[in-house]
């Protein structure tokens, strides 16, 4: 079995930062690329960032040049740091991880269970 536990999401307000991490534990053989997903309300899933394991990213055009995103890998960890924060970024955020457990020949998807970021006066 493998989890995702999510933290650092919270109430902010426009121009703040924050810092979401996303620790990944359990049946875990090997780690492959790490991201954060958002849902607006009413809206679908979109991608955030995503970072491969020796640290290729990418980013969605409206986080480019305000979010980071690293991890350790020792750790099976991701971080993102989102500075200057905005209204718009208001959304649940949920962590995603390709893992290929012990026993597995491919890896799989995995989601975390989301954490509410609210950016607001």
């Known amino acids: 079995q493998v989890q995702l536990v999510e933290s650092g999401g919270g109430l902010v307000q426009p121009g703040g930062s924050l810092r979401l991490s996303c620790a990944v534990s359990?049946?875990?053989?090997?780690?492959?690329?790490m991201g954060w997903y958002r849902q607006p309300p009413g809206e679908q899933r979109e991608l955030v960032a995503t970072?491969?394991?020796?640290?290729?990213?990418n980013y969605a055009e409206s986080v480019t040049g305000r979010f980071t995103l690293s991890r350790d890998n020792a750790k099976k960890t991701v971080y993102l740091r989102m500075n200057r924060l905005k209204p718009e970024d208001t959304s649940v955020y949920y962590c995603?991880?390709?893992?290929?457990?012990?026993?597995?020949?491919?890896?799989?998807?995995?989601w975390g269970q989301g954490t509410q970021v609210t950016v607001s006066s």
């Open positions: 359990g049946d875990i053989r090997s780690v492959g690329e």
């Open positions: 995603n991880a390709y893992v290929r457990q012990n026993m597995a020949l491919y890896e799989y998807p995995y």
């Open positions: 970072i491969t394991n020796d640290g290729s990213t």
